[in-house]
């Protein structure tokens, strides 16, 4: 495994040229171009907007600023998330001609599109610090959370997709399956609400190891709090040994790859 | 390090014919057999089970570091599966396979283009897959552009491109890779003729630069011209490796020739061949003298023939045709039991390419052919650079001089009524 890391090291040229052109290709001949990196996230706040203020019908009170940013915060992690790991989970079978005809260390491909989902969180970010900058959140020293938190993040996401790329190129089956988990994942996730609103399901919500993440999101950015911190520490272990035992067996049953595809 | 730039030892391929498990529904009951020990989905490694053949069996060789190499063999002989086992898109099922050195395949040109990027974005694309650094390619890029003669085009999405000047650009990336092994696959039937030529040309440069270079293709001529050693395989076997001409000749005496005649076979042509400088060759320079032998036996006494033999050139039209009629011999006879051989001496004063012999017994009275044999065997003849086409009439300039030209006269032509 060491040797292979080094490899990846080597030809990180190639994973960057392969995100590069992930997003190049995306953009062209598009009327709307980089907009479209925003508008996946405005449209799961748009959705956390309506669900909100739902609650707040419902419990008598009003919709509060906070609310609208705490959504905002967490739409964009999430639209990353679920874009990377689409888009992730075919980047091999969209590849076949490369994987039958070049060798190359063929995790570039699935690293390469998380990679390049990775720009269109950044473009969010930009719009996400405007949009908070409206509503008057302040900063703290809480921020310097976010480089663990995104690190996290991105370690979760990308073992995911070595993982579902590998088996979706053996078994067509995965990639169905990860269109429908993703559809419904949102109504397991904290994203358009609160883990501790729902009382002693609090745990339960907790263990999808992308929860902690998002909270921690909300906690450092909108309520100027440390993310929850043992949560936060399962979701690292999770990430961690989730991305090694991916990255392990991708590279198991690379050599079949050619022939099964 | 070994003297071998890449080896391989006693490697064997195993594929499937039809599918593997599609999906999970057809995943769950198999592997549910093979945990209740029933194993007819997969046989233990070294065996075949139903479905499953073997693309290579045994495959031993090495090739030095520096040397050019041939592999060659009819349609599904198991040659790209040994570049793609080369080239580590697939691992072997049994046996060892060792490269030094970065190695670079040129299976198919341009597999890593996108259609909607530009020419120039794909060079870098493409090089990157290749395993150049982005540093490398800007390094290179001119001479890149220059090779693949696209100048005009760089900012066109290759979407756009024709197949030609798709392959074009392919192989002009590929080939400034500078790698210490080059695999070639049947890349240079792309282009015009003037392309391939420069393919040719780089494939030599990469070579003098001290790299080493398996070569695949059916193209005989061009095996002949860049390999002094060969692999025949058939059906995923050696079945010679040696001196490319040696190899060559045996592949060609293998593969299926077009026989037939009029009269029943008990006047049969056994043996056709080519000799230069008293051996056996297929690969002569322009202007050698060569012997073209027929070789016949009789089952049964006949008389009144003669022994024809011509040679067409690749598209099958006829360059030259003798017979022993016309050389001066008269009838010919043969007892039952008798062979008979007769050497045709020719000089080849043939342009650079590929030509077949063909050879007839002829019968004198009736005119029919009592056997033919047709591209009997096949030789290529090195050309000079000076002659194209097909025959050489060794061609030398007399005369080459300038003079004022004669003030133009009215050519105009007045009609009168």
New interface residues.
């Given amino acids: 495994m060491q040797t292979a890391l080094k490899y990846l090291v080597a030809r990180r040229d190639l994973l960057h040229t392969l995100a590069w052109r992930e997003i190049r290709v995306k953009y062209k001949q598009s009327v709307m171009g980089m907009l479209w990196a925003v508008l996946m996230p405005a449209v799961i706040v748009f959705a956390g907007v309506l669900v909100r203020y739902g609650f707040a019908i419902f419990s008598g009170k009003s919709l509060e600023t906070d609310d609208i940013a705490s959504v905002s915060v967490r739409a964009i992690p999430w639209a990353f998330f679920v874009s990377s790991i689409r888009f992730g989970t075919n980047s091999l079978i969209a590849n076949t001609t490369l994987v039958t005809k070049i060798y190359f260390p063929r995790e570039i491909l699935p690293m390469a599109a998380v990679l390049s989902q990775l720009m269109d969180f950044v473009v969010a970010s930009v719009v996400l610090i405007v949009v908070l900058a409206v509503l008057h959140v302040g900063v703290s020293v809480q921020l310097l959370w976010l480089p663990v938190l995104i690190a996290i993040l991105v370690l979760l996401t990308t073992g995911l997709v070595l993982l579902l790329s590998a088996a979706s190129l053996f078994f067509r089956d995965v990639k169905y399956l990860v269109e429908v988990l993703l559809t419904f994942a949102i109504f397991f996730t904290p994203v358009l609400f609160e883990a501790s609103m729902f009382g002693h399901w609090y745990t339960p919500l907790m263990l999808n190891p992308i929860a902690p993440v998002l909270e921690g999101f909300a906690n450092v950015i909108v309520r100027h709090v440390p993310p929850p911190l043992p949560w936060l520490g399962y979701s690292a272990v999770v990430s961690v040994v989730l991305c090694c035992g991916a990255l392990a067996v991708f590279q198991r049953v690379e050599p079949y790859f050619a022939e099964s595809v | 390090m070994s003297q071998f730039a890449l080896r391989l030892d006693g490697v064997y391929k195993k ?1 499937r014919k039809g599918e ?6 057809d ?1 769950v009951p198999a592997l549910t057999r093979r945990l209740l020990g029933r194993t007819n989905g997969r046989a233990p490694g070294g065996s075949l089970a139903q479905r499953e053949f073997w693309a290579l069996q045994d495959v031993s060789f090495g090739v030095a570091r520096g040397e050019a190499f041939g592999i060659v063999g009819s349609n599904g002989a198991g040659k790209s599966t040994i570049l ?1 086992l080369l ?5 072997p099922t049994r046996g060892t396979l060792s490269v030094d050195g970065r190695l670079s ?1 040129l ?2 040109v341009g ?2 283009f ?1 259609p ?2 530009t020419g120039r ?1 794909n060079i ?2 493409n090089g ?4 150049m ?2 540093a490398e390619i800007k390094q290179r890029f001119d001479a890149i552009v220059a090779f693949s003669g696209l100048e005009e085009f760089l900012d066109t999405p290759v979407k756009r491109y024709s197949s030609g000047m798709y392959a074009r650009l392919g192989f002009s990336v590929a080939a400034h890779v500078e790698p210490d092994v080059l695999i070639v696959d049947e890349v240079l039937s792309v282009g015009d003729y003037l392309f391939q030529q420069k393919c040719f040309q780089r494939m030599n440069e990469v070579m003098a630069g001290g790299a080493t270079v398996v070569f695949v293709s059916h193209n005989l001529r061009a095996v002949a011209r860049m390999c002094e050693r060969s692999l025949l395989l058939e059906r995923g076997r050696v079945i010679e490796i040696g001196p490319t001409n040696a190899v060559i000749r045996t592949y060609l005496s293998r593969s299926q020739q077009a026989r037939g005649g009029d009269a029943e076979r008990d006047l049969q042509i056994t043996e056709v061949s080519v000799t230069g400088s008293g051996e056996p060759r297929v690969a002569f320079e322009t202007d050698e003298f060569v012997e073209i032998s027929v070789a016949a036996t009789a089952r049964t006494a006949h008389r009144d023939f003669s022994v024809v033999i011509s040679i067409v050139d690749e598209n099958q039209y006829l360059v030259f045709d003798t017979c022993t009629q016309r050389l001066g011999m008269g009838p010919l006879t043969l007892e039952a039991g008798e062979t008979l051989r007769t050497t045709f001496r020719v000089q080849l004063r043939l342009a650079e390419g590929t030509y077949h012999v063909n050879a007839y017994l002829h019968h004198y009275v009736t005119e029919r052919a009592y056997e033919r044999w047709l591209l009997a065997t096949t030789f290529f003849v090195a050309g000079t650079p000076s002659v194209r086409g097909v025959a050489n009439l060794a061609p030398s300039l007399s005369q080459c001089e300038k003079a004022m030209a004669p003030p133009a006269a009215p050519s105009v032509a007045v009609l009168v009524e």
């Fill in positions: 594929f593997l498990y599609d999906s999970l529904r995943l793609k080239s580590r898109i697939m691992r395949a299976i198919e597999a890593g996108h909607d990027l974005e870098f694309l990157t897959i290749l395993g650094t982005r």
